[in-house]
T-cell receptor, first 111, second 111 residues
Framework: GNSVTQMEGPVTLSEEAFLTINCTYT??????LFWYVQYPGEGLQLLLK?????DKGSNKGFEATYRKETTSFHLEKGSVQVSDSAVYFC??????????FGSGTKLNVKP | DVKVTQSSRYLVKRTGEKVFLECVQD?????MFWYRQDPGLGLRLIYF???????EKGDIPEGYSVSREKKERFSLILESASTNQTSMYLC??????????FGQGTRLTVV
C-alpha cells in the first residue's frame, strides 16, 4: 500500500536559516506529490505540488523536486521566516486521489 | 476561492450519543474526504467519496459511517460516540487528480 515517511520534528531554526524537510514515499505507479502546510488553529493549505518525475513545485520561496529514482519529495527553503512556523505535511496522491499523509513535521522559526 | 465549510469548530458530546459532522463544498468537486488528526499520528483517512451515494472505506473506518446524498455535502456519522473518538476531524474535497482543499476542522470532545 501507499505510505509516506517524513523526518521527525520539531525542527527549530533561526530566522534566515536554510530549511530541508525530508519526505520519502512508497506508492503504486507514479502519484502526484503535494506539500501541505497547517498554521496554528487552521486547516491544511496546499503549499506546492508536482505531477510527474523531475517536476519542481515552488511557492512562497519553498521548493520540492519529484525524484522518481529515490521516491522522494524533499521540501527546501533558502531563508526561513518566523511566519513559516507551522506543521508541514508531505502527501502523495493514490488512486481516486486518496491522499496519504505523513505524521507532519513541526517547524519553529526563532527571531 | 474554493470554500470547504465544516458545520462546527468545536463540539462536545457524551459517550453513546449519535454525532453528525457536516461538510459542504462550493466548487462542484467530485471527491470528498474525512480525516482525523491526532498528535504524533498525522492525518488518517476515515472515508472518502468519489461521487454522490458512492463511498469507500479509508484506513480507520471502524465506528464511523458517512452519507453523501448531494454532491456538495459529505456527512460523517459517529453511531455511538466513544472517548477514543475525541479528535480533530478534517473534511476535504478535490477534483480527480487535483489538489485537495480542506475545511478548518472540527475539534470533537467526547466525555
Amino acid at each position: 500500500g501507499n505510505s509516506v515517511t517524513q523526518m521527525e520534528g520539531p525542527v527549530t531554526l533561526s530566522e534566515e536559516a536554510f530549511l530541508t524537510i525530508n519526505c520519502t514515499y512508497t506508492a503504486t505507479g507514479y502519484p502526484s506529490l503535494f506539500w501541505y502546510v497547517q498554521y496554528p488553529g487552521e486547516g491544511l493549505q496546499l503549499l506546492l505540488k508536482a505531477t510527474k518525475a523531475d517536476d519542481k513545485g515552488s511557492n512562497k520561496g519553498f521548493e520540492a523536486t519529484y525524484r522518481k529514482e529515490t521516491t522522494s519529495f524533499h521540501l527546501e527553503k533558502g531563508s526561513v521566516q518566523v511566519s513559516d512556523s507551522a506543521v508541514y505535511f508531505c502527501a502523495p496522491a493514490g488512486n481516486f486521489n486518496k491522499f496519504y499523509f505523513g505524521s507532519g513535521t513541526k517547524l519553529n522559526v526563532k527571531p | 476561492d474554493v470554500k470547504v465549510t465544516q458545520s462546527s469548530r468545536y463540539l462536545v458530546k457524551r459517550t453513546g450519543e449519535k454525532v453528525f459532522l457536516e461538510c459542504v463544498q462550493d466548487m462542484d468537486h467530485e471527491n470528498m474526504f474525512w480525516y482525523r488528526q491526532d498528535p504524533g499520528l498525522g492525518l488518517r483517512l476515515i472515508y472518502f467519496s468519489y461521487d454522490v451515494k458512492m463511498k469507500e472505506k479509508g484506513d480507520i473506518p471502524e465506528g464511523y459511517s458517512v452519507s453523501r446524498e448531494k454532491k456538495e455535502r459529505f456527512s460523517l456519522i459517529l453511531e455511538s460516540a466513544s472517548t477514543n473518538q475525541t479528535s480533530m476531524y478534517l473534511c476535504a474535497s478535490s477534483r480527480p487528480n487535483r489538489e485537495a482543499f480542506f475545511g478548518q476542522g472540527t475539534r470533537l470532545t467526547v466525555v
